[in-house]
């Protein structure tokens, strides 16, 4: 073939022909020089072909290579994530140069081997091999990804020779230092601002590299204040520059004010800062539809943005998830693992596991079913759907559980009342637990009233495992003393934290306290938990009952006094149920439903024939009119059971009901009733946990 055929082989890799450059290069091979074969290896590095650069290498003659030839093995080999043949090739050449160490050096830190870059530029010193910029900027890059006090440590020894060899004055250097410091160093930042002051000259990136350094160490004033500088100096911003800012814009108006700036300079419109505008408004629980707003005026998306919008209406509107999660598979997106386990954590909001379900299908047909992230989101998904035992297999058929996987599946236990499991598993574990295990494992304990069990698992967290227990172990522990009616020892152990006791843990021991009819530290728990939350509804209404139950009329009703004055509006009850791919809503007193009258109608019967048949009796030990009664006979649960009934396909046997508030003990009597009655297995999830009704069982214990 002529030469001309081989000039038609480098225009086809200038303009990135990747098909048609692999089909003929093979027919003009034989008359490549060592520049053709350089331009090809070139070709394979930016597109990361490793089995055709292989078969290029197998082309040329035995070492040694030309060393420029050579250097153009060591980079394809190292962007095609095969940094052990870059080393092998680098081996063989009996003489390198300044580019042979530094592309080795950088393919080190591109490929996430720290030590072997670090170790690389050691060994190019001590060769008298005197590193360049793009050297120093390389292994500076590679410190700054290592942990603070390694990271740190060879980062220090990486400026005394940028000192000693006369580098301090390179830009691109400084710039490296700077990010080095502030990312591996507490106060890495100090040493940054000083290294950026006393530069002889910045450009855009020395900016954003202390933007961007005083927003990971919370210097937030800081990053702002730097970023208003460069506004006046008028000096060049780019994405990173906003991406540098972000992270300091706390509130939503900051939020706001950067986004219309983002705006207006048309940086908005690039993928990756539409994404992390989205992870901001959602992380600083902003209006959903800023963040769609933003995502849908990006220019180009991609699997992270799509992933980035999914992942903003996961908590808040699930549905809507769910269709944008179709919506991407439609515009021809490939979901990863991420974008998998996201979706499936939206349908774990989900009434039914129908949601769930469809997707765990497409999830075994792309090849996902092994990947721990996707195993961990359904075994999530499922045990919040209702059905633990689906949960129960995927975990059983996870080869290698990882720390997360363990705690997902103890927390499942848990919340399904099989306490003995879940510490079983825990016993079983084969990894180190964590602070999250141990607040699975104790909720377990709490669920089941194993007291013995959480005592000695509370001890071993602080005295084998070496953890501290937070607040959230503390209400574990309350949770656990309460139920049983420990108050007094459950009040001694919120008098020995060192950290002050949240809502959560004043809720618990007032919710124990008027079970068991303790007026006096019920009261102090109420007062404690009213300073903390004064807009929570709970706590008024806990403390009115607590006061009703035990007689003191006129106390109760000046606490519902207190909160009409205040404002403070009790929490409807809510409950749900999915009947032909469409939710219900029922609340408490019947509103918010079409067929309620006839709901309400069908209900009463069905009351009456639970009286007749099995005795019922509603507990109204807060009520003291008929019409107290009438309403907690149309609590929403009620309603929305009665409905599933109504509604009933041949063959069902089990009704599935969500809760906004914990059920109340008359509707778990009803339940457990009806249970027997119908000979249905009832699954109700309330805002504590899962209870399984069968045959007049609930598989709480009635503990709950």
Known sequence: ??????????????????????????????????????????????????????????????????????????????????????????????????????????????????DDCFRVFVEMIRSNCVPNDFGFVGVLSSCSKRSFSCGGRQGRQVHGVVCKIGFADDVYVGNGLISMYCRCYDDGDEQGWLLFRTMKWQNSISWNSMINGFSMNGRFGHSIKLFACMLRNKIDMDRATILGVLPSCSSLKSCWQLHGFAIKTNFVSEVEVATAFVKAYSASSGDIR?????????RDHDTMSWTGIITSFADRDPEKAILLFHR??????????????????????????????????????????????????????????????????????????????WNSMIKAYAMHGRGEESLK?????????????????????????????????????????????????????????????????????????????????????????????????????????????????????????????????????????????????????LSWIEIGNHVHEFASGGRRHSRIEEVSAVLKVFVGKLKKEKGYVTATAAAATEEDEERVLMHGEKLAFVFGMMNRRSGENCIRIMKNIRTCVDCHCFMKLASKLTGLEIVLRDTNRFHHFRDEVCSCGDYW
Not at 290 to 298: E, G, L, N, T
Not at 343 to 370: D, P, Q, W
């Open 328 to 405: 991407f598979r439609s515009e021809g997106f490939v979901p990863d693992r991420h974008t998998f386990s996201i979706a499936v954590k939206a349908c774990s909001t989900m009434t039914t596991e129908r949601y769930g379900s469809a997707l765990h299908s497409l999830i075994l047909k792309s090849g996902f079913e092994n990947d721990m992230v996707v195993s961990n989101a359904l075994i999530h998904a499922y045990s919040r759907c209702g059905n633990i035992n689906l949960a129960e297999s995927i975990f059983r058929r996870c080869s290698d559980p990882g720390l997360v996987t």
């Open 290 to 298: 800023d963040c769609y707003r933003v995502f849908s005026d990006a």
């Open 1 to 114: 073939m002529s030469s001309a055929s081989i000039n038609e082989i480098i225009r086809l890799c200038n303009s990135n022909q990747i098909q048609k450059v692999i089909s003929l290069t093979p027919t003009v091979l034989h008359n490549f020089g060592p520049n053709a074969f350089a331009t090809l290896l070139h070709f394979c590095a930016r597109n990361h072909l490793l089995t055709f650069g292989q078969s290029l290498h197998r082309q040329l003659p035995p070492m040694p290579l030309p060393a420029f030839l050579s250097n153009h093995l060591v980079n394809m080999y190292s962007k095609c994530s095969r940094p052990d043949l870059a080393r092998h090739v680098f081996d063989e050449m009996p003489i390198k140069n300044l580019v042979s160490w530094t592309t080795l050096l950088t393919g080190f830190n591109q490929n996430g081997l720290h």
């Open 425 to 573: 598993l825990f016993s079983t574990m084969k990894t180190a637990p964590d602070s999250t295990t141990f607040v699975a494992v104790l909720s377990a304990c709490s669920h089941k009233g194993l007291i013995s069990e959480a005592r000695e698992i509370f001890k071993s967290m602080k005295d084998i495992h070496k953890i501290s227990p937070d607040t959230t172990h503390y209400a574990c522990m309350v949770d656990v003393l309460s139920r049983v009616g420990l108050l007094r020892e459950a009040k001694e152990l919120i008098d020995e934290m060192t950290t002050e006791p949240d809502s959560v843990i004043w809720s618990t021991l007032l919710g124990a306290c008027r079970k068991h009819g303790e007026v006096v530290l019920g009261e102090y728990a109420g007062q404690k938990l009213m300073e903390i939350q004064p807009e929570n509804s709970a706590g008024y209404v806990m403390m009115s009952n607590l006061y009703r139950e035990g007689g003191s009329l006129d106390s109760a009703a000046f606490v519902r006094k207190d909160m009409k004055e205040y404002g403070v509006k009790k929490t409807p009850g």
